[in-house]
Each structure stands twice: as structure tokens, then as C-alpha cells.
């Protein structure tokens, strides 16, 4: 079948899924449909409206993805779908419908090979859209049709507009003009606070496997707060971008308060260099998304925290589908891997 004739439904909950949904639109001419998930699209209601004003969607709705009402889904020959309790939730009705479930990249989740298993056991989703396709932990899975995304550019002016509709972006907003690299943390939601059956546990050292989701959620917490303030500490002006689930926050000048995707505002100011520091982040995935003329260094932390975990006991809770990903990054040169707070301090040093 012609893409460019087919009648497809993009099914949105995040805001990056929102930057992909409308450049695979435009880039193949798609006449599209939009569901806002109510649940997870944060501002679900407001993207929505400004979505529809676009002028591009012949309809756009506002669903929960845990419901069940009826979506007439039989009338779509493609439908994207990141989001696996959406798929389970509407598993009947997509299977009925008889259209490709498609997977569309929206960052890390998208390359691992659990969560394209999960999708291929709901509705033998076999199609996924990636920027980089052999960077997925799947790759060569015969199972799965991988097709490559062309990259964002910043002369792409019909996509940066919609997306400036959609975002309410201030294309002159910039974080600080007297700096020629822009070094920026981005943080992950650990929550560090034991429950009181937690606390008992530890205490008393029972049970403690009933609360091991805990512990290791508190230690990576800690993990993440030593290396925010080492770096601090090095003189470095670092900014941090919380992220979006995160609830403890000291708001201050050095804190990012953007509230669309960081692609985007790189997007809109491609002439600055950009240094980002995560410890697993999808945001060290953005330049996947963008063409190689941007200059932005990927600094990866989170083998600074494999090192700690295993010291306390946690080897078996490690993600390996994440730290396989991550291997392939490091070794095509995505990302720049630091095993040691001392090493993350030189580096700091070095580019104050």
C-alpha cells in the first residue's frame, strides 16, 4: 500500500511522540487522526486543542488510555502506538480493526527489546519507526519491519512552526546569552523516601526482598544527588532540567523550566554547543533525532551507579536490556561513558 494514500492514527502521550507524530505526517503527506491520552500526555486537553487548530487533523480526541470506549479503529490502514497499556487496554479492538500497529520512536524504551516484545505478544506490532534502527537491542530480530526516520533539521520550517503552535515556543528564549556551551543535567524521578514498612524492614532485617524496589529506588536517588553536587562543587555552571515526574525540586537561576521537549529548543538555537550529563536519560538519545551539524556531547553516568549497586548487593536488580543499549552507544561514539565520580570531576574541571 501507497503511504501517502493511507488513513493513519497517531496515539500520543508524550510530548516528544507529539514532535515525531507530526514530522513522520509531514514527511509522508499522511492523512491523520489524533488520540491525546488524558493519563499520560501531560496538558493532554490544551495540546489537544492547539493540535486541532494545526488544521492538518481531520480529527483529534482526548481518550484514556485504561478505557474501552469505542474508537472505530476498522477505518485506519496504520495506527502508532508507544504505549503499551493503551495497546492492552484496546487490545480487541485493534486486533479487529485489521490495521498495522506500528511503534514510533519517543526515546530509550523504543530501542529495548522488552518493550517491542510486550507490544509483539498484544498485537504482533511488527513495524517500528526509529531514527537510528541499528542501534536497537533487536536489531536483526527477523520478526521486525525497522524503518529509519529521516532526521529533524533546523531548516525544516513547516515542522518548526507547528511545533511553535503546539509548544507556545518563544523562538527567542535562550537560557543565557553570554555563554557559548550550554552544560545541562538531566535528572531522573528516584524517589528516596522509605515507607515505614520499608524502614521497618531495614531496621529489623526481614522481609527486606518485599521492599528491594525501595531501597534500590533510594540508592539511586543518592547516587543521583552525590553527582549533581560533585559537579557543582567543581565550579562548573551546570543547569539542571528536572524531569517531568520529578517531585522534590529547589527552583533556582541555574534550574531549566522549559516545558517542551529539549530537541526542540536545540532546534531552535542550533548554533549553541551543548554538553548533557544523565544517567540514563532519553535526552542522551536527542541527537538521534537531530542531524549531525548540531555540536552536542553526550556525557553517560550511569556506570558511576552500576559500580555502586554491585558494591551494595544489587547486581541482580541491574537493567540489562538498558545497559546493552547503552554499550552500543559508547561504542559508536554516542555517548561518552565516566566510571567514577573522580573521573566526572576531571572532566568538569576541564571545561570550566
Known sequence: MNIHKQKVLFVLSTTM??????????????RADIICL?????????????????????????VSSRGNEDLSLQTYDEIFVTNNVFLWSYQKQLIRSKANVSIFDEGIMCYLTRFVEECYRCCESKTIYLYEPTLANFYGDKRFIIKEIPKIESTNTTLLNQLNVVFDVNVAEVLS???????????????HKLSVKAKLRKIFKIRRSHSNWEYISEAYGKYQRNIIETMQQTGLSLYRKYHPREKE??????????????ELYVLQHPHTRVVKYSLFSSVLTSSFVLSDSYDIKNYYLYPIVVKELKQCGYKDSLDN??????DRLVKVGKVIP?????????????EV
Not at 41 to 53: F, G, H, M, S, T
Not at 177 to 191: G, I, N, R
Not at 252 to 261: F, M, N, V
Open 249 to 262: 525540586r529547589v527552583i533556582d537561576e541555574y534550574t531549566i523550566q522549559l516545558e517542551y521537549p529539549w
Open 338 to 350: 565516566v566510571y567514577s565520580l573522580a573521573e566526572l570531576e576531571r572532566i568538569c574541571e576541564n
Open 38 to 62: 488524558v493519563d499520560d500526555l501531560p496538558c493532554a486537553k490544551e495540546y489537544a486543542v492547539k493540535l486541532e487548530r494545526l488544521g492538518i487533523f481531520e480529527r483529534v480526541r482526548l
Open 17 to 30: 511522540q507529539i514532535i515525531t507524530a507530526l514530522h513522520l505526517i509531514n514527511s509522508y503527506s499522511l
Open 177 to 191: 546569552s553570554d555563554l557559548d556551551t550550554l552544560h545541562v543535567f538531566f535528572s531522573q524521578p528516584f524517589e
Open 321 to 326: 536490556d538498558l545497559l546493552t543499549f547503552f
